[in-house]
């Protein structure tokens, strides 16, 4: 079961940063947030994932906040190749091996 | 090797017709998924094998027939199927149950086409 509430949609322009909210208030105790975006008709791509502390890579940066009920991804400076519908997750660690999708955010970024 | 391969890209087939999707993958995960998407859709789960024995079937129709032949290879077997089931077959593979630091790896997927 998705439990997770994104917004259906956002726009950013190209250079700025691109900050997409996640709610998972219902997220228990050893429950990872993950981010997946997929490019149109391509097969979803990792981006991200944390349990509690801010996490950083190449791609993007993920904000959680200290109750652990949302999240934010951020896109540092939008390309427009970042155009595609980004996916939060949340999964439990070792039980079992379901990886639900909710509805996602499609973000447009515009020249 | 960090893909997910899957062939074919493209498939159209009749309603009465036999077909078979594959998945590959060599990055020794022991867990393989499918999931089906439909147009504007988030992925939907359909079936879990995990160290090649079948753990979660999200009741999908028997018309669906998946089998994992061996740790790098996933297929799904296709008979009788109809129109709605055109969508995007993605294949996914992790690590199964490994401590959070490991995500999945999806295929490109194969677009069905059920005519």
């Known amino acids: 079961d998705a439990k997770t509430t994104q917004p259906p949609s956002m726009d950013c322009a190209e250079g700025r940063a691109a900050n997409l909210p996640c709610n998972h208030s219902t997220i228990s105790g050893n429950e990872y947030v993950y981010w997946y975006r997929q490019i149109h008709s391509q097969g979803p791509q990792y981006i991200i994932h944390?349990?509690?502390n801010n996490e950083t890579n190449e791609m993007a940066s993920l904000i959680i906040t200290e109750d652990r009920k949302s999240s934010t991804l951020i896109l540092p400076h939008a390309t427009l190749r970042d155009t595609a519908v980004y996916y939060c997750?949340?999964?439990?660690?070792?039980?079992?091996?379901?990886?639900?999708f909710g509805t996602g955010t499609s973000l447009t970024v515009i020249p | 090797d960090t893909e997910v391969t899957q062939t074919p890209k493209h498939l159209v087939m009749g309603m009465t017709n036999k077909k078979s999707l594959k998945c590959e993958q060599h990055?020794?995960?022991?867990?393989m998924y499918w999931y089906k998407q439909k147009a504007k859709k988030p992925p939907e789960l359909m079936f879990v094998?995990?160290?090649?024995?079948?753990?979660i079937n999200e009741s999908v129709p028997s018309r669906f027939s998946p089998e994992c032949p061996n740790s790098s290879l996933l297929n799904l077997h296709l008979h009788a199927l109809q129109p709605e089931d055109s969508a995007l077959y993605l294949c996914?593979?992790?690590?199964?149950?490994?401590?959070?630091?490991?995500?999945?790896?999806f295929g490109s997927g194969t677009r069905l086409t059920v005519v």
């Open positions: 990055m020794g995960h022991r867990a």
């Open positions: 944390g349990l509690k």
């Open positions: 997750i949340v999964r439990p660690s070792f039980t079992g091996n379901q990886f639900y």
């Open positions: 996914a593979s992790s690590h199964p149950g490994r401590p959070n630091g490991y995500g999945y790896t």
């Open positions: 094998y995990s160290y090649e024995k079948l753990s």
